[in-house]
């Protein structure tokens, strides 16, 4: 029962015109991370990652959604930058800095911009040059749990569904999902309901999400090698693994439609 003045919770359902200007700017969150992905060798920096990201916005005149959302830690300034950079036991929300790369890093890369009023905003996990066993399985691991979880969609009624097969993938890789972050609905904001866990609690079996055409979500597996437990650093953003070791974080925009999943953050259709 929703109490008076509270908003309701209802998920704001797109039509396939919505859905195409999503794609629209899906489809540039997507080039950004093509860029990236070429750009990220040993030696650069993720400062000039986000420099090329914010570049490649302001030509087609899309507005990047990450800079200068306000922190949820109280007295921390807003985010300062276009593309959140995490390397090695950071998780998600790292800031872009100038300390060079190195061989056998492990990045993650979450950008997202708002292009004609409607929102993408997607994540990859790239490895610097040549990465341990260990990372490349992380990275293959996380990749295929959102890939599974696409592959889900087509076929469940409800996300805590997708979500179990996602958890158990996971488990079964003897990793770990991270829970405190989660996935999200998207449109013309970035962070719209539902909120899109990769776990399933009770809280989701309680309120779960019905995969009905026009439900668009923004799904992003966060996968650590040795525990889910994550802290925030000082700077009020950047977001570690308690153990200092290795994660991963692949994400996509989905769309239902009446044909199942499409994914909006893909290069090419
Ligand atoms: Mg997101």
């Not at 650093?233 to 290795?246: I, M, N, P, Q």
């Amino acid at each position: 029962m929703l109490r008076r003045n509270e908003p309701p919770r209802v998920i704001k359902l797109k039509s396939p015109r919505e859905i195409n200007l999503m794609r629209d700017a899906g489809r540039l969150v997507a080039q950004a991370l093509d860029r990236v992905t070429q750009l990220a060798v040993p030696g650069a920096t993720t400062a000039e990652l986000d420099a090329a990201v914010a570049e490649i916005f302001r030509e087609q005149g899309a507005t990047p959604l990450f800079l200068g959302v306000p922190s949820t830690v109280k007295g921390k300034p807003p985010f300062p930058a276009v593309i959140c950079a995490s390397v090695n036991q950071q998780v998600v929300h790292g800031i872009p800095n100038r300390k060079p790369l190195k061989e056998g890093d492990v990045l993650s890369i979450d950008t997202g911009c708002r292009l004609n009023g409607w929102c993408g905003d997607a994540a990859v996990t790239l490895g610097i040059g040549t990465v341990s066993p260990e990372a490349s399985k992380l990275l293959e691991v996380t990749q295929q749990t959102l890939d599974l979880a696409i592959r889900a969609m087509g076929r469940a009624r409800y996300w805590s569904e997708v979500a179990s097969l996602m958890e158990k993938f996971v488990k079964s890789q003897g990793m770990y999902v991270v829970e405190k972050f989660v996935g999200h609905g998207i449109g013309q904001t970035m962070h719209e309901e539902p909120q899109v866990p990769n776990f399933v609690s009770k809280e989701l079996r309680k309120k779960d999400i019905r995969l009905e055409p026009g439900v668009v979500l923004a799904v992003e597996p966060m996968v650590a090698l040795g525990t889910k437990d994550v802290k925030t650093l000082d700077d009020g953003w950047t977001v570690e693994t308690k153990d200092r070791r290795a994660s991963a974080h692949f994400e996509h925009t989905i769309a239902m439609t009446p044909d199942g999943p499409r994914v909006l953050t893909y290069l090419n259709d």
